[in-house]
């Protein structure tokens, strides 16, 4: 799947913005699939920590498709949305972008789904609040 440069991010505000940095790299010059990976897995810990009102872990990533590079100095926002939840688990649909320091273009780098289970103290999981769907007349 190629992605246009015209494509646009998500709407709303990004779960994480950072600047790409040097220590980030491999050998080439490019970041890290795991750097980006793992600013997607707390973009997702936020959405599911906040969704289940405590600690959640992640239990498995789904779909990880890298469509471009990430240089050092670029922004990267990554965006992340509920999109299932189950008894004990989430599932959050998670998009990473970049846009060059000095340009307004906008380029999808990777998505994936990542789950978390909520844990409580004793570690073991725990029930989450059930998704509210607006009632909508028809």
Same mark, same amino acid.
């Given at each position: 799947m190629d992605v246009h440069p015209d494509e646009m991010p998500p709407e709303g505000l990004p779960a994480v913005r950072v600047i790409a940095m040097p220590a980030d790299t491999n050998p080439y010059g490019d970041i890290f699939g795991g750097w980006l990976m793992s600013m997607m897995d707390s973009a997702a810990g936020s959405v599911a920590s906040r969704h289940s009102h405590g600690r959640a872990v992640t +239990?498995? %990533? /789904?779909?990880?498709?890298?469509? @471009?590079?990430?240089?050092?100095?670029?922004? *990267?926002?990554?965006?992340?949305?509920?999109?299932?939840?189950?008894?004990?688990?989430?599932? +959050?649909? %998670? /998009?990473?972008?970049?846009?060059? @320091?000095?340009?307004?273009?906008?380029?999808? *780098?990777?998505?994936?789904?990542?789950?978390?289970?909520?844990?409580?103290?004793?570690?073991?999981?725990?029930?989450?609040?059930?998704v509210l769907v607006e009632q909508t007349n028809n």
């Open positions: +239990i498995a %990533v /789904e779909g990880m498709t890298f469509h @471009r590079p990430v240089v050092v100095g670029d922004e *990267v926002s990554v965006y992340a949305r509920l999109a299932r939840v189950g008894r004990t688990s989430m599932t +959050i649909d %998670v /998009e990473s972008w970049r846009r060059a @320091r000095h340009d307004d273009r906008s380029y999808k *780098v990777t998505e994936a789904k990542f789950t978390f289970v909520a844990i409580g103290e004793d570690r073991q999981p725990r029930r989450v609040p059930p």
